[in-house]
């Protein structure tokens, strides 16, 4: 069978509709150790987003440039959902990492789809907010998959399939997936159901607001395994937390619950388990419904201003007002509170 083969047979992705799927030829079978490989053919919209994707490049190598609108992704033969799940309803774009039977641990599939959906998300201009969040009722993050992305890191195990050969070739992927650094101007609510550990926790950290469960647990577990958090942990912790807290957490390795991660200011609110996806989309709800020009300046502002001092922080400041107060946002706010109605924001 090849690609261009008529007799097309449909697989379920998660939730969304089926998309046509074709295995794809054996060369490709064969180079990445017989792993089972098969072609989603998605709308021309969604590869719209995708098509400065080195995942996409490497495919289109292998097939020729008459096969370049396809996106291919690597299923093990043991299961066809994808790790990670992304959805857009309402304004609000849902990334949920799917590997609930190893609480959610990044592997190389999920890094290198995590990266994917950040960057299409920052290009999508219908998607006001972001909520991230973990499959099942266990875990948000347990971090790094130690079987699989550790050694394929370090190099102790040759790269395997279409997932680990893209990651080798492609390391920004990694630095994009835990945006450190990848400029993110969306708010991203992190609803957070369970273990927030090591990875997760770095994670949880390049987010905005934060909504965890009672049974949530959180720490930087590295320094116990011989090893350093080096997705922006080091320079985040201390600056969303005291700095004599901070270190405890880093040096000590030890897991806090909910409450104590709330006392030290980690997270936002502390609600019951079956509460958190609520919460975080009320939440979203209030983010998406204002002026999206504004809301992705004042994420802008913070950032570009943190640790700098107050004269440079106030002209960044007065740079990025200017471009929203000449905004037709600016003009639709004011007007629609005058007139008693609710402002229809174009986000121009």
Known sequence: MTPDDPTLT??????????????????????????????????????????????????????????????????????????????????????????????????????????????????????????LTGAGDKAFSAGADLA??????????????????????????????????????????????GYCIAGGMELMLATDIRVAAEHASFGLMEVKWGLIPYAGSLVRTPRQITYCNAMELLLTGDRIDAHEARRLGLINHVVSAGQVMAKAEEIARKIAANGPLAVRAIKQGVTRTSGLPLEEGFKIENEIARGVFSSEDAKEGPRAFI????????GK
């Open 148 to 193: 699989r992305l550790l050694p394929l890191t370090t190099r102790e195990r040759p790269p395997e399939d279409v997932w680990d050969h893209t990651l080798l070739e492609n390391p920004e992927l990694r630095s994009i997936a835990m945006l450190h650094p990848f400029e993110m101007l969306k708010p991203i609510i992190a609803a957070i159901n």
């Open 339 to 346: 007139e008693k109605r609710k402002p229809n924001f174009k």
């Open 10 to 131: 449909t697989i379920e992705h998660g939730a969304a509709q089926p998309y046509p799927a074709v295995l794809l030829p054996v060369r490709l079978e064969t180079r990445f150790a017989g792993s089972v490989l098969k072609v989603r053919i998605f709308p021309d919209e969604i590869f719209d987003s995708l098509e400065t994707s080195p995942f996409l490049r490497c495919v289109t190598d292998e097939l020729g440039a008459p096969h370049a609108r396809i996106w291919c992704m690597f299923l093990a033969e043991a299961s066809s959902m994808p790790a990670l799940l992304f959805e857009i309803r309402d304004d609000i774009a849902y990334l949920t990492l799917n590997r609930p039977e190893v609480h959610n641990a990044i592997n190389p599939e999920l890094m290198v789809q995590l990266a994917e959906a950040w960057k299409r998300v920052a290009a999508d201009d219908s998607v006001r907010v972001v909520i």
